[in-house]
């Protein structure tokens, strides 16, 4: 919903002075700001330094490679916040005009849960509520906990941990990380160990990804191997998988039935848990049929082998 820009009134911060800034203070450094908006940190690093000077004060100190905003910056983001909660009321308003109805359940997940168990729990949940509207967005970590927190009833499912004093998170189920190879790689093991995978051509995530936190935390003190391709979710690893290009560490979550067939799945030790959770916002408790659709997504989600 683009704005344009009063011409009898020169703004003091542009709109896209005010999306910087906002994404700055929503994810606390230029890097990550630079990730959400999907541009180039340099970018983000210019216009928040031409802000600064357009506006005549600092909206952030930095110490310590971190921005910590100003009491200036802090005035400044309540009435954003405000100004986007309003546009955001006027798109769902205008939303249910047009739909005839009122009432909307908004349901964002990780990319692996929303591959093939949240559309099974959406078809089952909407037998029981065939006319209540939804939508359904998978999500990377870094825009599902804003989506939350900033939006309107949204509830989000995260196979990542998700820790803010504004947000409620339920746990769903734990399930082990598990090693996927091309058939036959593995055929002589039941189990495998992060040394068994030093000799073998190896699939890894960026560092800076949840999984790639994660398998690196595993590796701890062992040598991680050097990847042969580097990928940012465990679909792309599962592709390059059944494609023969080498082994890597999945969640269960992205695996159906199909998939399993075609590569070769082994249980890691020591074991890799992943908690899944369900996270809205502490300002909004869930709808009647909200704690339904978790209560049918709860058990989806135990049919994931090795859940607990």
């Known amino acids: 919903m683009p704005l344009e820009e009063s011409p009898q009134r020169r703004l003091s911060m542009s709109l896209r002075q005010i999306e910087v800034f906002r994404a700055i203070m929503i994810t606390g450094s230029v890097s990550e700001a ?26 952030f100190e930095r110490a310590r490679g971190r921005l910590y905003p100003t009491p200036e910056a802090k005035r400044i983001f309540e009435e954003v916040e405000a100004a986007y909660a309003g546009v955001q009321r006027v798109d769902d308003l205008v939303r249910a005009l047009v739909e005839g109805r009122s009432g909307k359940l908004n349901v964002v997940c990780s990319p692996s849960l929303g591959v093939h168990l949240v559309p099974r729990a959406i078809a089952l949940f909407n ?30 499912v995260s196979m990542f941990e998700v820790v803010h ?28 160990r992060l ?24 590796f701890g003190s062992e040598t991680r191997p050097p990847p042969t391709v580097e990928v940012r979710s465990a679909m792309s690893a599962c592709s390059l998988v059944e494609e023969g290009v080498g082994v890597a560490l999945v969640d269960p979550l992205c695996l159906d039935a199909a998939l399993r067939v075609r590569i070769d799945v082994r249980p890691v030790r020591p074991e890799i848990a992943l908690k899944v959770q369900a996270v809205y916002s502490i ?26």
């Open 34 to 59: 630079a990730r959400m908006l999907f541009i180039a940190q340099p970018s983000v690093s210019r216009v928040l330094s031409v802000t600064e000077e357009r506006l005549g004060f600092l909206l």
């Open 283 to 308: 300002s909004e408790p869930l709808s009647h049929p909200a704690k339904v659709f978790l209560e049918v997504l709860r058990e989806v989600l135990e049919e994931v082998p090795g859940y607990r």
């Open 195 to 218: 040394r068994d995978l030093k000799d073998r051509p190896w699939i890894d995530y960026g560092h800076e990804t949840p999984l790639g936190r994660i398998v690196g935390a595993a």
């Open 127 to 156: 037998r029981q509520y065939p006319e209540l509207p939804m939508h359904f967005e998978p999500l990377t970590h870094n825009n599902l906990v804003p989506r939350v927190l900033f939006g309107k009833n949204y509830l989000g």
């Open 165 to 192: 004093p504004n947000l409620v998170t339920e746990p769903l189920v734990t399930v082990p990380l598990v090693c996927a190879s091309p058939r036959g790689w593995l055929a002589d093991s039941n189990t495998v």
